[in-house]
């Protein structure tokens, strides 16, 4: 099975996150707070994903951005992982 994600809103995910925390685990996580061009990551970005503990694939997802070291405040974007299988 393979997922792709579809963008939603902080609702969707607070909401999914609030009523299953104790049953996830994170199943990526990225923080580079200053950039690292050494991973081809230019500005600031943070993302975490999570999803059911003993799944194969995350369920939810955060991103965080920001355009500058010297901005202010992190633009948040935020994903529902949506399952599909390939067809052969």
Request: one cysteine or more.
């Amino acid at each position: 099975m393979k997922w792709k994600w579809k963008k939603t809103d902080k609702h969707v995910c607070g909401t999914i996150y609030r009523e299953h925390c104790e049953d996830f685990s994170v199943f990526e996580s990225c923080t580079c707070p200053e950039g690292n061009p050494q991973l081809g990551v230019m500005n600031p970005y943070i993302l975490t994903s999570w999803g059911f503990k003993g799944s194969d694939a995350p369920l939810i997802k955060c991103e965080q951005r920001k355009d500058s070291r010297h901005q202010e405040t992190w633009d948040n974007e935020y994903f529902i992982a949506i399952p599909y299988e390939d067809e052969d």
